[in-house]
């Protein structure tokens, strides 16, 4: 598997390998640069004889893997503890097989259906490890895997079979399992089987309050999950966890069809107070808990969309989180109103009548929903269609991809898209779609694509706060290579500003696909086959013909858009304080540096005062004079530390938290989304209540506002003798790291040169590691201690062999 593209790249520590080669379209893969020796190039010269075009562009390419839905009780219920070793099982459960170690243990393999734990009965005899946990579906439980279980008894094995019991055989499209049992007899006859002791979790304890168990089985709240895995490998013997927790993907279509009652709260993340630190991506495993940049470094936001409201995220260790119970009556959101026909173009582009059409995209965003209308516009047009989906694992966001053939007469021909055979490269997904597999079917000679630019993060995004999304400018390119003309759109930016909701973003991005002369039917077809599918048949309508305006008229478009911007938040100013504190620093006017400090400086007069404000501004000027002299003309260094500095200076203690909760933009973006009367609570877990014991946040609602404006004022005791919190060992750290960094940049400014600038700026951009509350805060400010020693120490050893080399005499090595 290729190795994520990590933001803070360290390729001298990572050993080149080939992941991966597609000969038929000449793309290599790689994990890192590939060293430039001899043997290695020879390599890489046959590798370019043997393939179809004779360059091998090496793409820092993350793959969009599948894995489990936003909610799905997989997430849950694979966390094993640490060092156990994991057996993976048939179905959703496979997924483990791609997901990182610190998420689902130590998985040692699979087996096939009904064979799940077998693999334990040869392999424990030979290994130290004394114990295996095993995950199991209940559809393949119900199928064959209760005779696993039966063998495992009898082999008299230790192994606990983690049972999920979600009522649904969701890979295959959530059908209800043959001969399914109720969990009281589940585990009555597994008792009777021979297991030794059994543990029930799920995620609403109440439900079993009236369900009769049998004696010894136990139900617990799934937060105990882990614990219960571990009390169970100290039994002897095969015992059984089971995860009873339904199916996220039938349960959102349950509430969709009013079959259950849609739950009242959102979860909302406030980006100011969040460290992006990763920790509630962990938690939860979920794919709506996405990675955001912003002016102040990497964030974390709740995608309203395609949140399951299992609230598994609120377990993350950060103030941040809150949860919103919407206003009633009419939405916030007013979508814009539909083009009528004068506003789109006549007549209609002209195309051939054949021609040939692939979508690529992310498993659950409606790319086969979107081949199947095509389809039947096609057939509404009296064309002939052969088409093929492949979605393998994209029922779990894995990649899907549909081929479309639409022709005049009848021909015999395989539905799948050939080599070079493609005419339109619908891109429904950046990552997808530039992927060296997929664009075999393009071609400069006859491809057109129309591609989705939107940054969907994938899972190791989420739980990872290294990984982030590779550069788009090098994804494009390729795409751009391979064809004859391309359409780049952020569709999901664009459905959402214009209709509320990224849902619609594919047909957006085929209406610009239709205008472009792609496909070879005409629009009315197209909006009838919308029509006939019947959900939300006018929303989809109007997302089809906005694409069109997008390419037919940009110019309109363009306006469309800027009427339908947020309103501009209020601009406060300056004050007469910060206007003097800016003035400490030479900072070219209208530079990125100027803008950086307009932002940060205010800020820390808010945080502290104007001469905690002051410090900052003396110590930058300071930078950007020593840049100035070793590196004219450069000021990447100083605005490195215009960033981390203020990170650092800015750490967010219990006054901070309370100021930035306040913080006006909070609730009306609250407001935006959710109406004028929706409600706020905060979900907070104070370091004083965790001390003493308490495991879980508390929630407290608006009436806690008062406390947070006392709170927030009794921030100018912040490091005194009177600050109540300033003792704690996170505030006595945070205090050390501003002194730390001073020093650090002081080291780097004296051994500064051009040789080295490149690290200088690796060096002052260090703090961004530094991230998350507590326990996760301290873990990171060491391993940013030990890195920091690291690259400094080299620094300095650069600078000695440079001066070494300057003063040596001519001729002499």
Known sequence: MTRPY???????????EVSGLNCSSGYLLVRAPLPRTPG???WLEKIRATTRRKSLPLLPLLTRTPYFCSGCPHNPSTKAPEGAAVGAGISCHAVVTLMAPSQTGDVIGMTQMGGEGAQWIGMQPFLERDHLIQNLGDGTFHHSGSLAIRAAVSAGVNVTYKLLHNSAVAMTG?????GVMPVPAIVQGLLAEGVKRIIVTTEDVKRYRRVTLPKGVVVWHRDRLTEAQEVLARTPGVTLLLHDQECATELRRKRKRGLVPEPTERVVINERVCEGCGDCGQQSNCLSVQPV????????RIDQSSCNKDYACLAGACPSFLTVVPAGGKPAFVPVPMPDDAALPDPEPVVPASRTTRITGVGGSGVVTLAQILSIAASLAGRH?????????????GAVVSDIKITKEATDQAGKAALDECDLYLGCDLLVAADPGQLTTATPARTVAVVSTAEVPTGQMVIDPEVSFPPVGPLKERIRTESRDVVFLDARRLANDLLGEDQFANLLLTGAAYQTGGLPLPARAIEEAITLNGVKVEANLKAFRLGRQAVADPEAFADLLEGRAAAPKPERGLSD????????????????LARLLA?????????????????????????????GESVPGSTALTEAVARYLHKLMAYKDEYEVARLSLAPEVEREVKARFGDG???????????????????????????KPAFRALAAMRRLRGTRLDPFGAARVRRAERALVVEYEATINEVCRNLDEGCHGLAVEIASLPDTVRGYEEIKMASVARYRARSAELVGRLSSERERTDANTAAPRGVL
């Not at 940060?600 to 110590?619: C, E, H, M, S």
Request: proline share 6%; aromatic share 8%.
């Open 678 to 704: 929706a409600r706020i609570s905060y979900r907070l877990h104070p370091p004083v209540l965790r001390a003493l014991g308490m495991t879980r946040k508390i929630e407290l609602g608006p009436w806690f």
């Open 174 to 178: 959530g059908q209800q399992p043959v």
């Open 293 to 300: 940049d912003t002016e102040f470094g990497r964030k974390t």
């Open 40 to 42: 290695v190039q020879s």
């Open 385 to 397: 269609v052969r088409a093929l989906d492949q979605t393998g694992l994209a029922q779990k966001g």
């Open 599 to 627: 932002v940060r400086v205010p800020d820390l007069i808010a945080y502290q005062n104007a001469g905690y404000a002051a410090r900052y501004a003396r110590f930058v000027e300071q930078v950007r004079r020593a840049e």
């Open 577 to 592: 304080e910060a206007r003097r504190t800016l003035e400490l620093v030479g900072a070219t006017p209208e530079s990125e």
């Open 6 to 16: 990590r933001r803070q790249s360290q390729p001298e520590q990572v050993q080149s």
